[in-house]
């Protein structure tokens, strides 16, 4: 079994800058790939940022140049670190972490708003 717990989220004015960590138990195997998604009121889930092993990264074009997702093999956890945030970044995040079954975390609210 695998556990993620997602912090970090908070409300935070347009321009502003937040840092999630997803702290991950159980089962993990550090050569699997972990990522951010996100959800807003009525849309679709959607990928945020993935780093895979060997610190490969993949960002939503709507997020490239501002958001930056970091792993810390040792304390399994993974961090998304978010600046210069806009009013449509404001959704639910969660971790996620897949090996053969599709893991997520409980989410954590992120607002931008002034």
């Known amino acids: 079994q695998v556990q993620l717990v997602e912090s970090g989220g908070g409300l935070v004015q347009p321009g502003g800058s937040l840092r999630l960590s997803c702290a991950a138990s159980?089962?993990?195997?550090?050569?699997?790939?972990m990522g951010w998604y996100r959800q807003a009121p009525g849309k679709e889930r959607e990928l945020v940022a993935t780093?895979?092993?060997?610190?490969?990264?993949n960002y939503a074009n709507s997020v490239k140049g501002r958001f930056t997702i970091s792993r810390d093999y040792a304390k399994n956890t993974v961090y998304l670190q978010m600046n210069s945030l806009k009013a449509e970044d404001t959704a639910v995040y969660y971790c996620?972490?897949?090996?053969?079954?599709?893991?997520w975390g409980q989410g954590t609210q992120v607002t931008v708003s002034s």
């Open positions: 996620q972490y897949s090996h053969y079954v599709v893991y």
């Open positions: 780093i895979a092993w060997g610190g490969n990264t």
């Open positions: 159980g089962s993990i195997v550090s050569s699997k790939p």
